[in-house]
């Protein structure tokens, strides 16, 4: 499932990410320098300028870059990357300027605060040397735009992005198809941008530098409430609990792709081939659950996609169901005008941007969403997940322009993914899309817990690596000439994952990621699985739920709706410890109530896999 609403590179100041969608590059400061008092007075003065140009200019650069997402052009590529190139040149401003007052005495808590959004914020940095800014925009948006028009083969014909991704996921497929979609992808998409993606990180690390920082990578860390060191322990940490439940899984889906394809295909040791697991990268598996599914529990009895084309729902009734959810926690109707402007189908007389995102576009009323939806589950469920971002979006929108964000980056993808969780089959049922009579009985709850584990669990070590392989880009450790061993070698390392062919020295596969061209942190993603079993677990306490965690559906409870938005509203303006101990009661981020929602499977998988090689 393409969980892939992602701060608006354009606007990705952590003060100004108004659309969770992802676009060309980042923004900050006004065309001739502000001169305030050097006074913790005129700081704040600074400020208030600082969010008042940003406003003005975010609601513009949104607008362009919406056209651009959903009508790729040689033209709208040139105004994404012009209004883009201003945004980076404001950005680069405002933060060198915000330095300067962030180390005078006796600023206000609040004024400190957008200081260091000002100055940590900026997804891609610009120097401030002439035509920098235009040069890593033009770059960036060259990058996002050729991973939109990319194309694949499958049995030597030419497929596009979004329907190579459906048949990664159908089982029909011989290895061999799935080889080559597998390779002409990574091979077509990604090997033509190594060039300019170095530059581009070599323009941003100028930009870093001027800020004072050792790299773009460290700058990125920065953003979290705590010191660069701190974030990457915590992360680690976090993994480190996750670890046991991800191998046991890793061995289980191991063993049963070798029952299905033979030691020829796929080895009862060591690392699974990238290509059989359902997936373009092998970041979520729950398209070959049917695979590994555990007999007699495996078959759960519904399928959703299968449910929504018994009824045939369209791609509209299936967003109407999504904002229903929320509407059942209290939560107000979405706008008229979101209907009118969000693109929920793939026209079929132009190249857009496929990848599921979230927008803001006037920092206020203006949500929308973006997306290729096909009547399938997996877009039921990216449907409540992106429509997550858009009740947040509107949540915080009275705050002001610098805390109009969530409360870190992980909050943002981690509302709609714990709503996502409450897709039970109670609330099919609630709903009207399952027959009470056809709810699995509780001997299919194994079968019920890997199906969710195959996206969730399966996911974490990608959520990690992906900014990992950056982090080491920006720092230097790995060069140009290594981009893709690395890659690979992080896959390997963390996921134990390998090609399904041999790679040349010149691919460069972390480009066929759309994040990676796209410019999108990715930390987010893996904050967002850990996240988002707390906040389920909260809410189902709230509800005052009694059994297994994951049978829990809060749908329709006006109490979880009301503690939720406490936590919503606050955007940006507290860290997010703060945030997180209004809706859950602890500031401690904790992998435990993941493990607690997947308890029993691990009690099972470890019986499954006794006797058999675990690891890589």
């Given at each position: 499932?393409?969980h892939?609403?992602v701060?608006?590179?354009?606007?990705?100041?952590a003060?100004?990410?108004?659309?969770?969608?992802q676009?060309?590059?980042?923004v900050?400061?006004?065309?001739?320098?502000?001169?305030?008092?050097?006074?913790?007075a005129?700081?704040?003065q600074?400020?208030?300028?600082?969010?008042?140009?940003?406003?003005?200019?975010?609601?513009?650069?949104?607008?362009?870059?919406?056209?651009n997402a959903t009508?790729?052009?040689?033209?709208?590529?040139?105004?994404?990357?012009?209004i883009?190139?201003?945004?980076t040149?404001?950005?680069?401003?405002?933060?060198?300027?915000?330095?300067r007052?962030?180390?005078?005495?006796g600023l206000?808590?609040?004024?400190?605060?957008?200081?260091?959004?000002?100055?940590?914020?900026?997804?891609?940095?610009?120097?401030?040397t002439?035509?920098?800014?235009?040069?890593?925009?033009t770059?960036?948006?060259?990058l996002?735009?050729?991973?939109?028009?990319?194309?694949?083969?499958l049995?030597?014909?030419e497929?596009?992005?979004?329907?190579?991704?459906?048949?990664?996921?159908n089982l029909?497929?011989t290895?061999a198809?799935?080889?080559?979609?597998?390779?002409?992808w990574?091979?077509n998409?990604?090997?033509?941008?190594?060039?300019?993606?170095a530059?581009?990180?070599?323009?941003?690390?100028?930009?870093?530098a001027?800020?004072?920082?050792?790299?773009?990578?460290?700058m990125?860390?920065?953003?979290?409430?705590?010191?660069?060191?701190?974030?990457?322990?915590?992360?680690?940490r976090?993994?480190q609990?996750t670890?046991?439940?991800?191998?046991?899984?890793?061995?289980?889906?191991?063993?049963?792709?070798?029952?299905?394809?033979?030691d020829?295909?796929?080895?009862k040791?060591?690392p699974?081939?990238?290509?059989l697991?359902?997936?373009?990268w092998?970041?979520e598996w729950?398209?070959?659950?049917?695979?590994?599914?555990?007999?007699?529990?495996?078959d759960?009895?519904?399928?959703?996609?299968?449910l929504?084309?018994?009824?045939?729902?369209?791609?509209?009734?299936m967003?109407k169901?999504?904002?229903?959810?929320?509407?059942?926690?209290?939560f107000?109707?979405l706008?008229?005008t979101f209907?009118?402007r969000?693109?929920?189908?793939?026209?079929a007389d132009?190249?857009?941007?496929?990848?599921?995102?979230?927008?803001?576009?006037?920092n206020k009323?203006d949500?929308r969403?973006?997306?290729?939806t096909k009547?399938?589950?997996?877009d039921?469920?990216?449907?409540?997940?992106?429509?997550g971002?858009?009740?947040?979006?509107?949540?915080y929108?009275?705050?002001s322009?610098?805390?109009?964000?969530?409360?870190?980056?992980?909050?943002?993808?981690a509302?709609?993914?714990f709503?996502a969780?409450?897709?039970?089959?109670?609330?099919?049922?609630d709903i009207?899309l399952?027959?009470?009579?056809?709810?699995?009985s509780?001997d299919k709850?194994?079968?019920?817990l890997?199906?969710?584990?195959?996206d969730?669990?399966?996911?974490?070590?990608?959520?990690?690596?992906?900014?990992?392989w950056?982090?080491?880009?920006f720092?230097?450790?790995?060069?140009?000439?290594?981009?893709?061993?690395?890659?690979?070698?992080?896959?390997?390392q963390?996921?134990?994952?390998?090609?399904?062919?041999?790679?040349?020295?010149n691919?460069?596969?972390?480009?066929?990621?759309?994040?990676?061209?796209?410019n999108?942190?990715?930390?987010?993603?893996?904050?967002?699985?850990?996240l988002q079993?707390?906040?389920?677990?909260?809410?189902?306490?709230?509800?005052g739920?009694?059994?297994?965690?994951?049978?829990?559906?809060?749908?329709?409870?006006k109490?979880v709706g009301?503690?939720?938005?406490?936590?919503?509203?606050?955007?940006?303006?507290?860290?997010w410890?703060?945030?997180?101990?209004?809706?859950t009661?602890?500031?401690e981020?904790s992998a435990k109530?993941?493990?607690?929602?997947?308890?029993?499977?691990?009690k099972?998988?470890?019986?499954?896999?006794?006797?058999?090689?675990?690891?890589w």
């Amino acid at each position: 499932m393409k969980h892939a609403s992602v701060a608006l590179a354009a606007l990705a100041v952590a003060l100004a990410a108004p659309a969770y969608a992802q676009d060309a590059a980042p923004v900050a400061a006004p065309a001739t320098a502000l001169a305030y008092p050097m006074t913790a007075a005129g700081a704040a003065q600074f400020v208030a300028a600082a969010e008042k140009d940003l406003f003005d200019y975010t609601v513009e650069a949104s607008r362009v870059n919406w056209v651009n997402a959903t009508y790729i052009t040689h033209d709208t590529d040139a105004l994404a990357s012009q209004i883009n190139a201003v945004g980076t040149e404001k950005s680069v401003r405002y933060a060198l300027e915000a330095a300067r007052y962030a180390a005078l005495p006796g600023l206000d808590a609040d004024v400190k605060r957008k200081l260091d959004m000002l100055r940590n914020g900026i997804v891609l940095p610009a120097p401030t040397t002439p035509g920098a800014a235009t040069e890593l925009n033009t770059i960036a948006t060259n990058l996002q735009s050729q991973y939109g028009k990319g194309k694949g083969t499958l049995n030597g014909k030419e497929i596009n992005g979004s329907d190579i991704e459906a048949e990664m996921g159908n089982l029909e497929r011989t290895p061999a198809e799935l080889s080559e979609m597998w390779a002409s992808w990574h091979t077509n998409v990604g090997a033509p941008m190594k060039d300019d993606y170095a530059r581009m990180v070599e323009i941003a690390n100028d930009g870093a530098a001027e800020l004072g920082f050792a790299d773009t990578g460290a700058m990125w860390r920065s953003g979290y409430d705590m010191s660069p060191a701190e974030f990457t322990a915590m992360t680690e940490r976090l993994w480190q609990e996750t670890r046991p439940l991800y191998e046991a899984l890793h061995t289980y889906v191991r063993w049963k792709l070798n029952e299905k394809y033979g030691d020829a295909v796929q080895s009862k040791t060591g690392p699974i081939r990238a290509d059989l697991l359902g997936n373009m990268w092998a970041q979520e598996w729950g398209n070959i659950y049917p695979l590994v599914a555990p007999a007699g529990a495996g078959d759960v009895g519904y399928d959703i996609g299968e449910l929504l084309k018994a009824q045939g729902k369209t791609p509209l009734d299936m967003v109407k169901i999504g904002e229903g959810f929320y509407s059942s926690l209290g939560f107000e109707p979405l706008p008229q005008t979101f209907w009118e402007r969000s693109m929920f189908v793939k026209p079929a007389d132009r190249e857009v941007v496929c990848h599921a995102s979230a927008w803001n576009v006037d920092n206020k009323d203006d949500i929308r969403i973006k997306m290729c939806t096909k009547v399938n589950g997996d877009d039921f469920i990216t449907i409540h997940h992106e429509l997550g971002h858009n009740y947040y979006q509107r949540a915080y929108n009275g705050q002001s322009l610098a805390y109009l964000n969530g409360a870190n980056d992980g909050f943002h993808e981690a509302i709609g993914d714990f709503v996502a969780l409450s897709i039970t089959p109670q609330y099919l049922v609630d709903i009207g899309l399952l027959d009470k009579s056809k709810v699995p009985s509780a001997d299919k709850d194994t079968g019920l817990l890997l199906r969710q584990a195959m996206d969730k669990v399966a996911f974490l070590p990608f959520g990690l690596l992906v900014d990992k392989w950056r982090w080491g880009v920006f720092d230097g450790s790995i060069t140009p000439a290594t981009y893709n061993q690395a890659w690979v070698d992080l896959k390997k390392q963390y996921q134990g994952i390998v090609p399904p062919v041999e790679r040349p020295a010149n691919a460069f596969d972390p480009g066929a990621k759309f994040h990676i061209p796209g410019n999108t942190p990715y930390t987010r993603y893996f904050l967002a699985r850990i996240l988002q079993f707390q906040f389920y677990q909260a809410a189902c306490e709230q509800a005052g739920w009694k059994g297994p965690l994951h049978r829990c559906s809060f749908y329709g409870n006006k109490e979880v709706g009301q503690k939720l938005n406490a936590m919503l509203e606050m955007g940006a303006s507290k860290p997010w410890p703060d945030a997180l101990k209004v809706f859950t009661g602890t500031s401690e981020m904790s992998a435990k109530p993941m493990l607690e929602y997947f308890a029993p499977l691990k009690k099972w998988l470890d019986q499954q896999n006794k006797g058999k090689p675990t690891g890589w």
